[in-house]
């Protein structure tokens, strides 16, 4: 597993609940409370002891553990900046999904997220699936996407339904959603 998923679990767990849990969390995972490394590989039973280590020290199931995580990533500037590219307003990020894996793999080679397919159900409705084993990206992506979505300022409902996510657009201006201008972007950097 890329170390860049193995150190947001570490960023997500110090900024949301503090140096004290991370230290704990770690130290029931067995992982070097000390920090993790950006650009290491880790064998995937290391994320999953610090999932179950957090769940289990936070009091919370895995899902919502992991459904938190995805809502913490469009917190962070340079990510939310990043998936801002994907489209002007939300209706086009969630279509841009399917290539989520490829333009990772370019911003970060080695990371292997799983593909997106996103298939059109009805107007303003999507269905999203996700092609791996794993289930446990699924509250990830669930949490990811009402993060975009309040960015962009809409009402999104996001549901899962027999192994997939229904996103239902409800309102497109529900709230006033962060400043976003690929102008600004290009000129301040």
């Known amino acids: 597993m890329h170390g860049f998923i193995v150190r947001g679990i570490e960023l997500f767990l110090r900024a949301r609940h503090?140096?004290?849990?991370?230290?704990?969390?770690?130290?029931?995972?067995?992982?070097?409370?000390?920090?993790?490394?950006?650009?290491?590989?880790y064998q995937s039973e290391a994320a999953m002891a610090l999932f179950n280590a957090a769940s289990s020290r936070?009091?919370?199931?895995?899902?919502?553990?992991?459904?938190?995580?995805?809502?913490?990533?469009?917190?962070?500037?340079?990510?939310?900046?990043?998936?801002?590219?994907?489209?002007?307003?939300?209706?086009?990020?969630?279509?841009?999904?399917?290539?989520?894996?490829?333009?990772a793999r370019v911003v970060l080679p080695g990371l292997d997220l799983p593909r997106i397919a996103t298939r059109p159900m009805a107007q303003r409705q999507y269905r999203l699936s996700i092609a791996a084993d794993e289930a446990d990206w699924y509250p990830v992506l669930a949490g990811f996407l009402r993060g975009m979505a309040d960015d962009y300022g809409v009402l999104a409902i996001v549901e899962g339904v027999e192994g997939c996510l229904m996103v239902s657009i409800a309102d497109d201006e529900f709230s006033e959603g962060s400043v976003f201008s690929l102008l600004q972007q290009v000129w301040a950097g």
Do not use: C, K, Q, Y
């Open 58 to 103: 936070l009091r919370i199931s895995r899902e919502e553990l992991l459904e938190d995580i995805g809502g913490w990533i469009p917190r962070i500037d340079n990510v939310r900046h990043i998936m801002r590219f994907s489209g002007s307003n939300f209706e086009d990020f969630v279509l841009s999904l399917d290539d989520l894996h490829d333009r």
């Open 18 to 41: 503090g140096a004290a849990v991370w230290a704990a969390v770690s130290t029931d995972a067995g992982v070097d409370r000390r920090g993790t490394m950006l650009m290491r590989s």
